[in-house]
């Protein structure tokens, strides 16, 4: 299983419309990619883990892929179109990782 991970770090003062991001933004990417995405996962973050702190990412999204070439047929072919409606909904520049899920 290929899991690709987007996260938003939590800088300060960037904008990050949660709305758009729900309504818009994530169904766009889910009707593209279709059956190709196993699962999916986003988070908003809240705290630090000892709870004195801000999150170190805003939102992180995570998706599960069969494979890296499924991953790269639906989610990679539409990449353009992804980035092209970021501005829509934030001025933070993602971090992208694809890693291979051991458990």
Known sequence: MIKLS?????TPGARFDLD??????????????????????????????????????RVVAHLLFESTETMQASFG???PEF??????FTDIEPVVQVGTVLL
């Not at 987007?6 to 939590?10: D, E, G």
């Open 6 to 10: 987007v996260l938003y770090p939590n």
């Open 77 to 79: 072919r539409h990449l």
């Open 83 to 88: 980035i092209a409606d970021l501005p829509n």
């Open 20 to 57: 758009y991001y729900t309504a818009t933004h994530v169904p766009l990417v889910l009707e593209r990619c279709g059956d190709a995405i196993k699962r999916g996962e986003m988070e908003w973050g809240i705290t630090s883990v000892d709870g004195q702190a801000v999150p170190p990412f």
